[in-house]
């Protein structure tokens, strides 16, 4: 079954992760894509990509690059439901726990029409429409990386008219489903005195920033009002300062 790996690995009565089905195939060219920033043991971006009722996935230490001289791992990872592409939140304990960013997502469309024949042969282009990933992309397959039975790729951006040395993950680091927000943000939202004595990771440079997240997620929680004003005072400045 499609999505028994993905199932495996997590405990849905702990996890607010979606346990999904498989959908019917949508057909048609184009299809969803999303990039989600996981702060997990790691932190990372998975990328995935709708084909034939699940999301494809690749967990990309680094995050996509812009700049066509740059080919960041891309670890391919079990197939997940396809709601899970509009997913952000806490996954509070089991696999993957942390905090989860919708940091793009969009449109995808294959180079070439038959996608299982690209990615059996390690050579997989396709064109990618999100507010933050554009354009022509490539995932190629390395051969004898790592010991898991997945396939390790490359993630390659083409030179065209949405490439350049920009490293995107710097430049547009924050949320497209919450307009403006980091993990602290979603953290806040969420149960962030949870990780107080226990955050998923505690050491390294992981776990430092979990630790500052933590910080910032409660003061954000404990300055929220219950009852805030109509034009929060930080954003009649904003406007101020644009007009
Ligand atoms: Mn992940």
């Not at 999505?3 to 405990?11: I, T, V």
């Not at 009722?53 to 197939?79: I, T």
């Not at 710097?170 to 990780?195: H, Q």
């Not at 005072?233 to 644009?242: M, P, V």
Request: proline share 9%; hydrophobic share 35%.
């Amino acid at each position: 079954m499609p999505l028994d790996e993905y199932r495996r690995k997590r405990d849905f009565t702990k996890s607010p992760e979606p346990a999904g089905e498989p959908a019917a195939a949508t057909g048609g060219e184009t299809r969803y894509f999303c990039v989600q920033k996981h702060l997990a043991s790691h932190l990372h971006y998975d990328l995935r990509l709708e084909h034939d009722g699940v999301l494809l996935s690749w967990a990309v230490p680094k995050g996509p690059s812009l700049d066509w001289n740059d080919k960041r791992l891309a670890m391919q990872v079990e197939d997940h439901p396809i709601e899970y592409g509009s997913f952000e939140g806490v996954i509070p304990e089991g696999y993957g726990a942390g905090v989860v960013m919708l940091w793009d997502y969009g449109t995808w469309t294959p180079d070439t029409p038959d996608v299982d024949a690209a990615l059996r042969k390690g050579d997989f282009k396709f064109t990618l429409d999100g507010f933050k990933l554009k354009g022509s992309w490539a995932l190629v397959r390395t051969k004898g990386y790592g010991d898991s039975g997945k396939p390790s790729w490359l993630l390659i951006k083409h030179k065209d008219h949405w490439s350049g040395p920009i490293d995107i993950t710097e430049f547009a680091p924050l949320s497209v489903k919450t307009p403006g927000a980091d993990f602290a943000d979603i953290l806040a939202t969420d149960t962030p005195d949870l990780w107080t004595r226990n955050p998923p990771a505690k050491t390294g440079d992981t776990g430092k920033l979990f630790q500052r997240i933590i910080a910032a997620a409660l003061a954000l929680k404990a300055t929220h009002d219950p009852n805030p004003p109509a034009a929060p005072a930080k954003r009649r400045r904003a406007r101020g300062a644009i007009r």
